[in-house]
Structures are given as C-alpha cells and as structure tokens.
C-alpha cells in the first residue's frame, strides 16, 4: 500500500491533528514502513484459515448488574487539563 | 410524477439495567454532573471494560421477541471518532457480528398490515452530554450518561410512510416494555430514532439518495419531519437539482430539516476489533432459557382475550397498552371477576385514578384481590357502583382493606326493601311537582325522583330497586 502526502492529511483529519510539513514529510515514511511490515505478514497463505480477532483463549467474560460506588468526581477531573469543579471543560465543541 | 417515500429506521434503546454496559456505575437519571463515572466510562488510559451480563440478556430477549436470528458467536467493535462527548475517542459498538439479525415485525395501519424486516440489533454504550457555556466560549462535558447501555436495531427501508413508522415505533415500545428491557421514556431520550428517507417514481425499484434526520423526539416530530423532508427531496428532483447525502437536523421550531455543519470525512470510522471484551458464545441451552422465559406479548395477550373472553378490540387494546394493567385483568379473572367487569374497572377507575396522579401502572399498590373483592361485592348486591367507586378511590393507594373500609363507614348497600319503599313514599309526597311531572309524561322527573331518594338513604340503596319501587308507587 502506498502512503501518500493526501492519505496523511486525511489521516491528520480524522485524528485532529496538525503536522508541519516536514512532519508531514517525515509521517508518511515512517507510515510507508509500518505498513511495509504488515506487506511481509500478507506473504503467509492464510487460506482456510479463520481471522482471529483476540489472542488469548477466553469468552464470556461477563459481570453482573451490581452497582459499585463511583469514582470520586474531583480525582476523575483531577486527570483533565481543565475542568469547572463539576465538569469537564474543552474548547467549544457544540454546534 | 407520483413519488413513494422510502424509509428506514434506526433505533436506539436504553436499557433498563442498574449498572453501565462495561462497568459497574449507576444508571440513574440525572445525578450532579459527573457523579456517576469511573475511571472506565471517562475513558481512562488503562482501565478494562467488561460486559454486564443483564445487558447481555435483554439484547437477546429482544432479538427473540422481534423474531431475529441470535448470533451465536458475537463480538464488539471500536468505532473511531474524536467527538469530546466520547472520552476514549471510539464507541465501542459491534459492526461485523451483531447479536442478532434478519427479524421481522408485523405492523398494523389502517392501510392496511406489513411486514417491517429488521436488519440488525446491536449492543453499544452511550455517549456523555455537551452543554455549551456561552459566557466562557467553553463546552462543559457531563459523563453520567457515557456508557449507559444502548441496543440499536436498524431496520430494511420497508416504510413507505409515516403512519408505518408510528406503528412500527409504537409496536416496538410496546415489545420492549413488555420484556421489560427498557421504560422507552422519549422525553428522557431512553427511545431515540434516526430516519433515513428517500423518495423514487412510483413503480421504480432502485433507491434515491437519501438522507439521514436526528433529533427527533416524539412521534409528532417524527411524522412532521418525515413529511416536510419527502417534499424538500420531491421538490429538489422536480426542480431538475440534487439530492445530497447528508445528515439533518430537525428543528421542532421552525418546523424544518437543516443539514448539520457536515464534519469533513466524518462518516470514515475506521472500525477495529475491540481487543479488551473477549467474544461472547453463546450456548444452546442459555438461548432455550430465555426462549422458555419470554413474556407473552401484548399482541398475543389481546389475541387471547379477544378468543378466551370475547372483549371488544377496543377493551382488549386498552387493558394490554400496559404490561402491569394486563397482569391487573389476568388477576382479577383469576379470582372468579367477570372478565368485562374487570376490563370496565381497569378502563375507567383504574386508569381514571392513574392519570389523576400522574402514575405508572407498574408503579400503583392496588393488588388483584383488592379490586376483584369489590368487584364480587357489586356483583352479589352489597354495594351499589357508585358507592363501589368511592370505596376504590379509598383503597387505591394503599391496597386498603376493602370490607374493613365499608364496615367503617358503613357504606353496605340496603338490600331493606321497607325501608326503600317508606322513603320513597316520603319524597313523592314531598314533590308532589315532579310526580305531576312524570304523569304528563316527563320521563325525565323519575331521574330527579330515584335521586332524592338516593341521597335520603346517603347513596346506600340499590339505584335499580330504588327505580323499580318509584315506579310501582308512581303507578298506583
Ligand atoms: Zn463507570
């Protein structure tokens, strides 16, 4: 797969962000090397052989419908970069 | 031209469990801002979702109740999108295999009946709320509701107009209370519908651009939408311009569609698998279990009532508009009540009575042997309906003790034949116009006549012999 510079920019999109050019520059080698990797992967012959989307041999993994206290709200927004005491802030985001 | 509207829907339910689909944080509504959060459902680096198993249930009772096929190996997926109502920046949803698909349900309109295939039902979480402050430029985000459990259930675009999607809706809230999966408040956005609409020339096949609406929060705003939104499409194809594929939002207000700021390549989720919520496999035996607990619906429940009792349609649609009102009826037949006057009772008093106090059915104490004992009371001559009533309204809301309220205030019906007939002798001599009255003819003055002597002996006397004993005194 070829990395292109319009396949980063729409990347950056989808992911909110901003590159410089020579970031950009430096992305999409580094992108078209990751992706590369996955080329030597695509080598095996996988016919007949099933995807596997988890690794490890487990199913079922189930809780049941207790409530539990909740996490004390000041050390929840103590994690974000702002908040108002009672909720967490970000920069306009409604329409 | 003639057009057909074309329609699909896309469902989403929040389910009535107590806990959040992937951890163990309260549902509740409402709640101070951020109070019912965790590090799981605020998105914290590290934190491991894992699966309720109510959740689990309900999205495969639901599945069976709409006829689906139950996926017997599911698993969920991450939809990726930055949106600051989603603290992790992926929903985790199921795209590749949902719990359930390929259902149908029957709908009824009075055009006529359809079949509405369902396409797919899906288990995922809910997003937080976004309240934008306007004096600070700032969007303040509240997570209480991030990570609520939500089933979506998509349906095929088999609608071809809005009384379909109603019945459909109205058909489907009715299922969901029944299992008891969720309360389907609109006003609480527990039942929120997303409508894809498209229109094509009469008699074609193939399918027009279409349009995908948000927002819409009641049955009202759902017809309004889908009608002013076929005609925006008639209007543009008529007119020789396009339709855009495009999301739109409905304004109750202005009564009108508008497209929303379309978020560039907004629609490229990049779904994954999601690597923390092992698959789910389910047994034979576990889908026989739900199979054999399944409630019986409302539409059999009407079926039965119709064939078991012979109550009009009309009856049999009220008394099963609510699970807890058919199980009330069902009760009372139980007791040996007259299965009319039981759905008499349940019609008029007891939702008289729910109404006036802005209840739930579920959430009344009146209990089948409260109200079937009045009912046997009236039936055996001991207590006149009016006065049947005033016991009811007495022991609505306590599930009082029915014979101890009439013993208490003496309210038993006079079955004292003298006693009747010496009052009613008193009151015609007493009004000797009205008796004048009803010899011309007046058929009218009887009524006034039965009424002086009901409230002579306080309401207590049997109306019916009360009239009889007018009657024969007034013929003499
Ligand atoms: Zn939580």
């Known amino acids: ?95 | 031209m003639t057009w057909e509207t074309v329609i699909g829907l896309e469902t989403h339910v929040e389910l009535a469990t107590r806990t959040k689909i992937f951890c163990s944080c309260t549902t509740r509504f409402g709640g101070a801002p951020n109070t019912h959060c965790c590090p799981v459902c605020t998105g914290m680096p590290g934190a491991l979702p894992v699966l309720s198993r109510a959740v689990l249930d309900y999205a495969v009772k639901t599945g069976l109740a709409l006829g689906c096929s139950i996926t017997r190996y599911s698993k969920f997926d991450r939809k990726n999108y930055f949106y600051p109502d989603l603290p992790k920046a992926y929903q985790i949803s199921q795209l590749y295999l949902p719990i359930a698909r390929d259902g149908a349900v029957d709908i009824r309109t009075p055009a006529g009946d359809r079949t509405i295939r369902i396409h797919e039902l899906h288990m995922e979480e809910d997003a937080g709320k976004l309240v934008h402050d306007p004096w600070t430029d700032r969007t303040q985000i509240d997570l209480n509701r991030c990570g609520v459990p939500l089933i979506e259930i998509v349906t095929e675009p088999d609608f071809r107009t809005a009384d379909e999607v109603i019945a459909y809706l109205e058909k489907l809230r009715e299922t969901l209370r029944y299992l008891g999966v969720s309360d389907c408040k609109m006003q609480e956005g527990s039942l929120r519908c997303d409508v894809n609409l498209s229109v094509r020339p009469m008699g074609s096949t193939g399918l027009g651009v279409r349009t995908e609406m948000k927002n819409l929060n009641s049955f009202k705003a759902i017809a309004r939408a889908i009608a002013h939104e076929a005609d925006r499409q008639i209007e543009l194809i008529e007119e020789g311009k396009r339709v855009i594929q495009e999301t739109r939002r409905w304004d109750e207000n202005k009564d009108a569609t508008y497209a929303m700021r379309s978020k560039e390549d907004a629609q490229d989720y990049r779904y994954f698998p999601e690597p923390d919520l092992p698959p789910i496999e389910l047994s034979e035996g576990y889908l026989e279990s739900l199979r054999a607990a399944q409630p019986e619906l409302a539409e059999a429940k009407r079926e039965r009532y119709r064939r078991m009792y012979g109550l009009p349609e009309y009856d049999c649609r009220m008394i099963t508009s609510d699970r807890a009102l058919a199980e009330l009826f069902e009760g009372l037949v139980e007791l040996g009540a007259p299965p009319k006057q039981g759905a008499n009772w349940i019609m008029g008093e007891v939702l008289g009575a729910l109404s006036a106090r802005g209840k739930e059915p579920k959430d009344m104490a009146l209990t089948p042997p409260t109200l079937a004992r009045l009912i046997a009371l009236v039936g055996e001559g001991r207590l006149n309906r009016n006065t049947a009533v005033k016991v009811f309204e007495a022991v609505f809301d306590t599930d009082g003790d029915v014979d101890a309220h009439i013993r208490e205030h003496g309210l038993e019906q006079l079955n004292d034949d003298a006693l009747v007939r010496e009052t009613a002798a008193r009151v015609l001599a007493a009004d000797p116009r009205s008796v004048a009255d009803y010899r011309a003819g007046k058929e009218k003055a009887l009524g006034a006549l039965v009424g002086q002597v009901m409230r002579e002996l306080k309401g207590r006397a049997d109306p019916r012999a009360v009239n009889a004993v007018l009657r024969e005194l007034l013929a003499q």
Do not use: W
């Open chain 1, 1 to 95: 797969m070829k990395i292109t510079t319009e396949l980063v920019d729409h990347i950056c999109g989808l992911s909110c962000l901003e590159l410089q050019t020579e970031e950009k520059q430096d992305m999409t080698a580094q992108l078209e090397q990751i992706v590369a990797y996955m080329d030597v992967l695509n080598e095996l012959d996988t016919t007949g052989i099933e995807p596997m989307s988890h690794v490890f041999p487990l199913k079922n993994v189930l809780r049941e419908d207790e409530e539990l206290p909740s996490q004390d709200r000041a050390e929840l927004l103590a994690c974000a970069p702002a908040s108002d005491g009672e909720a967490f802030l970000v920069p306009k985001a409604v329409e």
